[in-house]
């Protein structure tokens, strides 16, 4: 396990490690056969007919709570997922309507909470890491929703990297195989079935996997903690086929993506950049498209919902107070719309995505009291 970014809720927290600028040109992960009857239901990757409905969403109020409350995980149409400020991170998932609570998942000691809970109509699965000590450690618990008991992986790869990327009830993640090598998996919460995307050798790994309704982007890391080290980002069709490199605009120094429709933004951070949580973002319309600038991105915080690709943005006024904004583009805009602006000293979580909603938490650190405030906004 490499990584250990935690989502705690109630800080904008973006995972940088160093990358290498180094010109040295990665492999691609090598695309696997997939068994039949073993792939998550079929999705299309064909480009969507350009956005109608461009105006700007009115955002909902979700969740207030103090920062030593509960914090909104994600809302899913028929359940609502929140986790406690306690070291641990105990997970809370309840009936929308009734408020019954279904589910109160209490990692074990010495365990933390992860981000994000994949969930759908009748499951759930959370995970935690042990990052610290000699045995870092990941669980994952798939609970059933109609019982609240937890249930088993069937044959699903071991989680190898604490990262996981969701679109309602399809996700991805990388695993070890028996070759030790790293590879991505993408697979169904409800049906426990799974492809696996593609592979890279160790002490190569993926990571950053990011889940839209037709695609899976994520990134592969070769030559790790050596002068040499690459990373790139690549895509594929969650219905099957092989992942494919998307072009950068510095070789070896991209972050992470998201992809819909065939359009693709992602960003990319140096390691001598002197500002690891912000990131130059690209954006190609189709994959032999030009890329397009789209200016400095918080690291990490690309996500796609519904036909839209999203991302936060960070400015800091004269005082060098900071302040943050969510922008958003789909096919048929010829420039992003800025949906969100934040005022100055308000934080942001990264966002998720579930049911075709946003959901993101602003975070009033210097209020008295200090509070967080989940709020949606619809992104068909």
């Not at 998550?40 to 969740?63: F, G, I, R, Y």
């Not at 994600?74 to 070291?87: A, F």
């Not at 999203?310 to 900071?322: C, K, N, P």
Request: glycine share 8%.
């Amino acid at each position: 396990m490499r990584r250990t970014t935690v989502a705690v809720g109630i800080l904008l927290v973006l995972g940088v490690a160093g990358c290498s600028s180094s010109d040295t040109s990665s492999p691609e992960p090598q695309p696997s056969t997939p068994s039949s009857g073993s792939t998550p239901p079929p999705s299309t990757s064909t480009t969507p007919p350009a956005q109608t409905n461009t105006a700007l969403p009115v955002w909902a109020k979700v969740l207030r709570q103090p920062v030593n409350g509960q914090h909104l995980v994600t809302q899913q149409r028929r359940y609502v997922v929140t986790r406690s400020s306690d070291d641990a991170g105990t997970t809370t998932i309840a009936d929308k309507s009734s408020k019954k609570v279904l589910v109160r998942h209490v990692p074990a000691k010495g365990f933390v909470a992860q981000s994000p809970v994949v969930i759908d109509d009748h499951w759930a699965l959370v995970e935690d890491i042990r990052s610290e000590g000699a045995d870092p450690k990941i669980n994952v618990v798939r609970y059933d929703l109609s019982t609240g008991r937890a249930a088993g992986l069937g044959k699903l790869p071991p989680v190898s990297e604490p990262e996981i990327g969701a679109y309602d009830g399809t996700f991805a993640y990388s695993t070890t195989d028996a070759k030790n090598r790293s590879c991505l998996i993408v697979a169904s919460l409800a049906k426990l079935t799974s492809r696996e995307v593609g592979c890279v050798a160790a002490p190569g790994y993926i990571a950053d996997p990011v889940v839209s309704s037709d695609t899976v982007t994520f990134s592969s890391i070769t030559a790790p903690e050596t002068a040499g080290r690459c990373k790139q980002v690549l895509t594929a069709s969650l219905s099957g086929g092989p992942a494919r490199p998307v072009p950068a605009a510095t070789k070896c120094i991209q972050w992470s993506g998201a992809s819909v429709g065939g359009a693709t933004v992602w960003s990319e951070v140096a390691a001598s950049d002197p500002d690891q949580y912000q990131s130059k973002a690209y954006l190609r319309e189709s994959a032999d498209s030009p890329s397009r600038a789209l200016g400095t991105v918080a690291t990490d915080t690309i996500l796609a919902c519904g036909n839209w690709i999203l991302w936060e943005t960070r400015a800091v006024g004269s005082s060098g107070e900071e302040s943050f904004q969510i922008n958003r583009w789909t096919a048929g805009l010829a420039k992003p719309q800025r949906i969100y602006s934040g005022k100055p000293g308000i934080a942001l979580t990264p966002m998720t995505c579930q049911d075709n909603t946003v959901y993101v938490e602003a975070a009033d650190l210097n209020g008295s009291p200090a509070y967080t405030e989940a709020i949606s906004a619809t992104a068909s």
